[in-house]
């Protein structure tokens, strides 16, 4: 899965993601380090990734988005959190328009 992480999303969830084969780009390695929540999603629609954030409360508002997986800031280890995001890529085929938390996927 591609995925497009969010500014404050932990670099051990990173590691272990990347570690799981998925395709991680940082924000902060291909944006301003102003980038609108806008700005991320535009971007995360021309890569065809999914955003991978900490922050449910301004991602969840956007339409049309290529997907949105809410990762938590604490109380999930990075192999959890691999688990979960492998496990939504094999079990839901598109994730257009939908926001998953990967705590309920653990």
Do not use: C
């Amino acid at each position: 899965m591609r995925l497009l992480a969010d500014v404050h999303v932990k670099s051990a969830y990173l590691s272990a993601l990347r570690a799981d084969g998925h395709k991680m780009t940082r924000v902060v390695d291909t944006l301003e380090p102003t980038a609108s929540d806008s700005d991320i999603v535009d971007h995360a629609r021309e890569l065809d990734a999914i955003v991978l954030t900490n922050d449910a409360k301004d991602f969840t508002r956007f339409e049309g988005h290529p997907g949105i997986v809410i990762v938590p800031q604490t109380g999930t280890s990075a192999g959890e959190v691999a688990a979960a995001v492998s496990r939504i890529e094999r079990l839901v085929p598109d994730l257009t328009g939908q926001v998953l938390y990967a705590t309920d996927w653990v």
